[in-house]
């Protein structure tokens, strides 16, 4: 299958030819990547979420292995643990119950951290999924 990247994002504002009153809204992106659980913690995963994303949920399984309890933490740059902290790094599907899921807008492209929380892993991966809009006022394309 063919990959399509471009700049910017998508809208949609409902299935008819015209808008039909309908508010033009942006459409749920999520960002996914896979860590590692033993990671130091605040490691730079390579990911970074865009200026003007809204981050409304995070959802993470945990797939570490050894250590007592193992966790996890995953944020942004300024914020460690933003999305989860202290995560279940061994306890298969969890969601993000961070310092808390973002209030605002980015206001510039952030880096996504990640690594081992107070209790490190022994090994094994976690993958995370990142869901987040893009901030939009709704407004017709001019």
């Not at 998508?10 to 015209?18: A, D, H, I, V, W």
């Not at 913690?41 to 809204?54: E, F, H, Y």
Request: proline content about 4%; glycine content about 20%.
């Amino acid at each position: 299958m063919a990959r399509n990247t471009f700049a910017g994002y998508l809208r949609q504002c409902g299935s008819g030819k015209s808008l039909n009153g309908a508010t033009p809204t942006p459409v749920p992106s999520v960002l996914v990547f896979t860590f590692d659980a033993d990671a130091a913690a605040d490691t730079d995963t390579g990911k970074v979420l865009p200026k003007g994303a809204i981050v409304t949920r995070v959802d993470f399984n945990g797939a570490g292995t050894g250590g007592s309890t193992p966790t996890v933490d995953v944020g942004i740059t300024g914020n460690g643990d933003a999305f989860v902290a202290e995560g279940d790094a061994d306890g298969g599907l969890g969601v993000g119950g961070g310092v808390g899921i973002l209030a605002a807008a980015l206001t510039a492209d952030t880096a996504v951290l990640a690594g081992q929380g107070a209790s490190a892993a022994g090994g094994g991966t976690v993958t995370v999924a990142i869901y987040f809009v893009m901030e939009d006022d709704g407004s017709l394309n001019s």
